[in-house]
Antibody, heavy 118, light 112 residues
Framework: EVKLVESGGGLVQPGGSLRLSCVASGISFSNSWMAWVRQAPGKGLQWVANINTDGSDKSHVDSVRGRFTISRDNAKNSLYLQMDSLRVEDTAVYYC???????????WGQGMLVTVSS | DLVMTQSPLSLPVAPGQSASISCRSSQSLVYSDGNTYLTWFQQRPGQSPRRLIYEVSKRDSGVPDRFSGSGSGTDFTLKISRVEAEDVGVYYCMQGTHWPPTFGQGTKVEIK
């Protein structure tokens, strides 16, 4: 059974930082492209970032570039999202996801709520 | 960013009837390798999304054959035949051909 388990979310003030983590099991993590996708409360889905198998190739959408950084540790089967300079509009459930091919996510985590508010 | 437009945004369907969701992209989704990277996801209330269809029409393992995808270029359709209560949720199309990947607004399917 595939499991992607996120942690690290919570309440943070605008301008603050958080680091999300995702531990994967049931997949060949080191051979998998991975991604973060978010969903603001009551809204649709938005791609945030993805990363290749060895971490050498990362892409972030414009709205988070320069503030968020995706990374991974294959020895720990773990994916991360470092979020700095957080804004109110970053409030969302963040999903860890496996991206097998051209963003066609085939496995999703349960999601982790990040709330940015003063 | 490439815009994905779904219609309708709300779709009440009687049990046993069919439902169709349209998804249109602002540019062709045909990639240079000849493939079209259009994916459909289902999100049931309170759950994470689940992939149903990838590359326009390839159905995932475990997805009922009541679900089918079709289309080409910029116009795509998800059809649900014989809608059941478990099909209630929001359906999203998503393109992965052009960076960044983008989703449609979502179509909420409910049972009449």
């Amino acid at each position: 059974e595939v499991k992607l388990v996120e942690s690290g979310g919570g309440l943070v003030q605008p301008g603050g930082s958080l680091r999300l983590s995702c531990v994967a099991s049931g997949i060949s993590f080191s051979n998998s492209w991975m991604a973060w996708v978010r969903q603001a409360p009551g809204k649709g889905l938005q791609w945030v970032a993805n990363i290749n198998t060895d971490g050498s190739d990362k892409s972030h959408v414009d709205s988070v570039r320069g503030r968020f950084t995706i990374s991974r540790d294959n020895a720990k089967n773990s994916l991360y999202l470092q979020m700095d300079s957080l804004r109110v509009e970053d409030t969302a459930v963040y999903y860890c996801a496996r991206d097998p091919h051209f963003a066609a996510v085939d496995h999703w985590g349960q999601g982790m709520l990040v709330t940015v508010s003063s | 960013d490439l815009v994905m437009t779904q219609s309708p945004l709300s779709l009440p369907v009687a049990p046993g009837q069919s439902a169709s969701i349209s998804c249109r992209s602002s540019q062709s989704l045909v990639y240079s390798d000849g493939n079209t990277y259009l994916t459909w996801f289902q999100q049931r209330p309170g759950q994470s999304p689940r992939r149903l269809i990838y590359e326009v029409s390839k159905r995932d393992s475990g997805v009922p054959d009541r679900f089918s995808g079709s289309g080409s270029g910029t116009d795509f359709t998800l059809k649900i035949s014989r809608v059941e209560a478990e099909d209630v949720g929001v359906y999203y199309c998503m393109q992965g051909t052009h960076w960044p990947p983008t989703f449609g607004q979502g179509t909420k399917v409910e049972i009449k």
